[in-house]
């Protein structure tokens, strides 16, 4: 299970990490990666998509506009914060196909085979038991139908590589984020596993997505995010591993290896 904080369960610290990104609907970053998955997921007029972990609503609301009157989209979010994004951007877009849901991803109680589309973007390693997720969601699945998810290279900068590989000589842990979806190998073995009959990874450069000033924010919601599991409680060796980042993420050698590294997935998986 990904990091834990004493007293305060992982669900909660999750809850409150999203509550707390009041900026997050204006991220480009996000809004660019949500495009190109909604390229991917491609929701078609009529069908029903439930948006796990909807967030602001990136994917949610251009899915409910793809599906149509005939269509129907679930967004379901963790996060009281971001759906309360998600409710403005909705009633801004005049839709209402759209049903926004707090609930938890891990255990929804939708009707089985009653969607046609399930998405999750840029959120499966949130999930505390991924495998048992994936299981579910194969559930709601009609037969026949999709799931679409993104994730990173297991040592993508995305993902914290060069945070992983600076903490050690701090004494500090990170957790292997994302390490179940690491590789397209390893996507396609877990969904195998969990019931999927067939399942494409399209395999991006990063930099399509991540430049170099991101850099810095993955180690600002790396310090943050209960994701990291970085324990908070010495503050004098994170101040000396945030300086070590921050000097290293200008080094030609990252820099070099961010251009080169080819770690953004989009996986499309089949019921
Ligand atoms: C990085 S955001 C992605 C949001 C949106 N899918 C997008 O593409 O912009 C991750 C989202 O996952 C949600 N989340 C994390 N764990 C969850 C869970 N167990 N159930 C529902 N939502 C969850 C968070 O609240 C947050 O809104």
């Not at 669900?11 to 009041?22: G, H, I, L, P, T």
């Not at 990666?33 to 990136?58: N, S």
């Not at 801004?92 to 969607?115: I, K, M, Q, Y």
């Not at 991540?210 to 919601?221: I, K, R």
Request: proline share 4%.
């Amino acid at each position: 299970m990904p990091g834990t904080r004493m007293h305060v369960p992982y669900k909660a610290r999750v809850a409150e990490f999203f509550d707390a990104r009041s900026g997050y609907g204006r991220s480009e970053l996000h809004a660019r990666m949500a495009e190109r998955f909604l390229d991917l997921a491609a929701p078609q007029p009529g069908e029903r998509v439930l948006d796990i972990a909807t967030g602001t609503g990136f994917v949610a609301i251009p899915a409910a506009r793809l599906v149509g009157d005939g269509g129907q989209v679930v967004g379901v979010d963790i996060s009281e914060g971001m759906l309360a994004q998600a409710a403005a951007a909705l009633a801004e877009s005049g839709l209402d196909n759209l049903d926004l849901r707090l609930a938890d991803a891990e255990d929804l109680d939708f009707p089985a085979a009653s969607f046609d589309l399930v998405t999750c973007c840029n959120a499966l390693p949130y999930m505390a038991d991924v495998s048992a997720a994936l299981r579910r969601w194969h559930a709601l699945l009609r037969p026949g139908g999709r799931l679409v998810f993104n994730c990173w290279a297991g040592n993508s900068h995305a993902t914290g590589h060069l945070l992983r590989s600076l903490a050690g000589t701090q004494g500090i842990y990170v957790s292997p984020v994302g390490h179940d979806t690491g590789t397209p190998e390893r996507c396609h073995a877990l969904l195998a596993e969990t019931g999927y009959s067939r399942s494409d990874v399209i395999v991006e450069p990063t930099s399509n997505y991540l430049s170099a000033e991101h850099l810095n924010d993955v180690l600002a919601s790396a310090l943050k995010s209960p994701l990291f599991g970085i324990a908070a409680d010495d503050a004098i060796r994170i101040e000396a591993l945030r300086n070590e980042y921050l000097e290293a993420a200008r080094s030609t050698e990252v820099l070099e290896s961010l251009e080169r590294e080819v770690g953004a997935y989009f996986v499309v998986a089949y019921r």
